[in-house]
């Protein structure tokens, strides 16, 4: 960058003061801060700082040489915020402490951009690319009559650079930057220029550093036909794809960069992808202890595995107890299909207690996720899930004799995120559609399902969010037709309806409380935080599960609650009341509910 004067004028100005003071043995600096924004008085005593560290023990005539280095320093750390033409007075004096510089500012015109030049060579300026050109002028960031500040400056080039950079050319280089000042009239001239280089396609796929996992693996994430063009973000998302498995530590993508410069010479070439990768651990065991209102103590333990007899296969296996279930799992993930969607398959065996109706299940199932967006450049995504379970369930209630239930379910279900943070939301919604079919298989009756639930956050003030949220259900098919365990509705306890027992409310038989056709829920919270990571809430939720809607009885419960922000989520504790039962309960959860 080059900076040229051609005449410099100084307006008088009287300013009022603030002092810093330094160490014994320096000059104690006043500094007039008239006039001054925070960011430029900041920039002035950084400035005047680095110098002021140098005049301890001087003798006089350094002292002097250092007195003309500070003011220089200021009128310097002027500049950087477009002030070309400041007249800048250092008055010398003393007190009983030793020297003091009082340091008076007139900062006269900040100076405006008055033309702007933005060139462009390489590949880039053939007639294919005019329209892409065009843009990248007009998206400039320091246009003509804005404030020149040098930061402005600076960031303007970078992004012009990584805009070029962003799409065909990977050795795009700035080659040619420049700022005329003019102080008498307070403007200046900007120049800059961009070598694209030439137009760059992917080549042959480079990896390095694998040990164990096959190089298979890495190839279903990164996909593409040699000859493609380049663009970044392509390559960014198969790092990040790469990052977010269990089988590497770490990942870099990147194009291999031809040595010399006669490749700046060509219109076209073709460069390797290269992948770098550090593998992680081939087997872990975790292990969790947790508390809730709903269940007590948990333990869960889990082991997994990042390559099955040679295949990049994830194998998980584990175990969780509390005081109402158990569980133990045994899951094989698949790698990526080219949709970016991920199969697993799986056997469990579970037992639960609650409300009354004791459940051990046997299952085999197959699950197919996929997360994706529609528009690259919204924050709107989607997950979907496809599922097909074979479970038998045997099925005990009280004062009811025990029966099997061999049952086969499809499930479908689309979860739209539309948020600003997805662990700690305060602006956006959560819509979720869940679709299920099912057949039992002694039988033959068929049964079906359709769900959804929907949250809205609205963010008030600083830090201050109000959201509500609604949830409704029906189970399709006979009214004899029995249905698993999971595919009815039962509701209540955190997360649905507070001041209530944990699935309280569903289908009476006998003395158990067991899955009904009908949920209906809604829910209102206003969440107030006392800083960033402390608050309390308001809420309340109505709703309940019953044969049909008509049969509901709406359950209200309503209270106040305690919020700490964690990484995975707020953590909430609330104290609610239960109109119906008339009871007060405490209920604890962390996360979103979605």
Request: charge should be neutral; hydrophobic fraction near 40%; charged fraction near 25%.
């Amino acid at each position: 960058m080059h900076f040229s004067a051609r005449h410099v004028i100084f307006l008088p100005l009287i300013l009022s003061a603030t002092s810093m003071a330094f160490a014994a043995g320096k000059p104690e600096v006043v500094v007039d801060p008239s006039g001054l924004s925070p960011e430029v008085l900041k920039s002035v005593d950084a400035g005047i700082s680095a110098v002021v560290r140098l005049a301890d023990d001087q003798d006089g005539g350094e002292a002097e040489r250092i007195r003309s280095r500070g003011r220089d320093a200021v009128i310097s750390a002027l500049a950087t915020h477009g002030y070309f033409a400041p007249k800048v007075t250092l008055e010398v004096g003393e007190d009983v402490a030793g020297e003091t510089w009082d340091i008076y500012i007139e900062l006269g015109k900040v100076a405006k951009v008055a033309s702007v030049e933005n060139r462009f060579a390489g590949s880039i300026a053939g007639a294919q690319y005019a329209q892409r050109v065009d843009a990248l002028k007009k998206n400039w960031g320091l246009p003509v009559g804005a404030d020149f500040i040098n930061a402005r400056w600076s960031a303007s080039k970078s992004t012009l650079l990584d805009d070029v950079m962003d799409r065909d050319f990977y050795l795009a280089r700035m080659t040619h930057s420049q700022a005329v000042v003019n102080p008498e009239t307070a403007t200046v001239d900007t120049v800059t220029e961009v070598n694209s280089g030439p137009a760059v396609t992917l080549g042959n796929i480079e990896v390095i550093g694998l040990r164990r996992v096959p190089e298979s693996l890495v190839r279903r994430y990164i996909r593409y036909k040699p000859g493609d063009p380049y663009v970044q973000d392509q390559l960014d998302d198969w790092q990040q794809a790469l990052q977010s498995t269990n089988f590497f530590r770490g990942a870099f993508v990147s194009l291999k960069t031809p040595e010399g410069s006669g490749v700046y010479d060509l219109e076209q070439v073709e460069l390797p992808v290269s992948v770098r990768v550090t593998e992680g651990p081939s087997r872990s065991i975790a292990g969790s202890l947790g508390v809730d209102d709903i269940s007590g103590i948990r333990i869960e333990g889990l082991y997994t595995q990042n390559v099955v007899w040679g295949l990049p296969v994830i194998m998980e296996t584990g175990a969780g107890f509390d005081f109402k279930s158990q569980r133990a799992f045994l899951d094989f993930t698949l790698p990526p299909n080219y949709d970016g969607s991920r199969d697993s398959f799986g056997v469990m065996a579970r037992h639960s207690d609650i409300q009354n109706e004791d459940v051990t299940r046997f299952g085999l199932g197959w699950k197919r996720k996929r997360e994706f967006k529609l528009d690259p450049e919204s924050r709107v995504n989607y997950e979907s899930n496809w599922g097909v379970l074979l479970a038998h369930d045997s099925i005990k209630r009280e004062n009811e004799a025990r029966f099997s239930l061999p049952t086969m379910v499809g499930t479908w279900d689309l979860l739209r995120r539309d948020l600003n943070d997805r662990y700690d939301p305060r602006e956006g919604n959560l819509i979720a559609l869940g679709l299920g079919a099912g057949m039992t298989l002694n039988k033959q009756q068929t049964f079906g399902r359709v769900g959804l639930r929907v949250q809205q956050w609205w963010p008030v003030g600083k830090r201050d969010v109000f959201t509500l949220r609604a949830e409704a259900g029906q189970v399709l098919g006979s009214k004899n037709t029995p249905i698993p365990d999971d595919f009815g509705y039962r509701t209540g306890g955190p997360r649905s309806i507070r001041g209530y027992k944990y699935n309280e409310f569903g289908r009476d038989t006998g003395n158990a409380i067991v899955g009904t056709r009908s949920l209906a829920v809604v829910g209102a919270q206003y969440m107030h935080y006392f800083d960033d990571r402390f608050g309390m809430s308001v809420f309340v939720d109505a709703g309940d599960a019953a044969p049909s809607f008509r049969d509901m009885k709406i359950a209200l419960g309503y209270g106040v609650g305690a919020i700490v922000k964690t990484p995975a989520g707020p953590l909430s504790l609330d104290l609610a009341w239960g109109q119906r039962d008339r009871k007060l309960r405490l209920h604890f959860s962390l996360g979103v509910a979605f």
